[in-house]
């Protein structure tokens, strides 16, 4: 079983950067492929960026060029670095966990998963 917490959400005008953290325990975090999903009001939730155990990132195209996702395998955490932040990024942010070595973009391939950040863009 793995816990995920996130931290690092906040409010931020247009333009800003936050940096997103998501500490793992109680399992094997390099074995996973870890992700960030996102949801806004009213919306489904949303592929946000992936990283794989051996590093390869992967990114949804609302947020490619801006975001930047990496992990720590020594300190068990996953970043995702968020710059150019617009309106439209206002979500609560999820990490989550995934088995296997795929480059996961479902949220049904990832088993495990946090409660979740609120980042809030003003305009």
């Known amino acids: 079983q793995v816990q995920l917490v996130e931290s690092g959400g906040g409010l931020v005008q247009a333009g800003d950067s936050l940096r997103l953290s998501c500490a793992a325990s109680?399992?094997?975090?390099?074995?996973?492929?870890m992700g960030w999903f996102r949801q806004a009001p009213g919306k489904e939730r949303e592929f946000v960026a992936g990283?794989?155990?051996?590093?390869?990132?992967y990114y949804g195209d609302s947020v490619k060029g801006r975001f930047t996702i990496s992990r720590d395998n020594a300190k068990n955490t996953v970043f995702l670095q968020m710059n150019s932040l617009k309106p439209e990024d206002t979500a609560v942010y999820y990490c989550?966990?995934?088995?296997?070595?795929?480059?996961?973009?479902?949220?049904?391939?990832?088993?495990?998963w946090g409660q979740g950040t609120q980042v809030t863009v003003s305009s």
């Open positions: 990283t794989r155990r051996d590093g390869i990132t």
């Open positions: 109680g399992g094997t975090f390099s074995s996973y492929v």
């Open positions: 989550a966990a995934a088995p296997g070595w795929g480059l996961f973009r479902s949220e049904l391939s990832y088993k495990f």
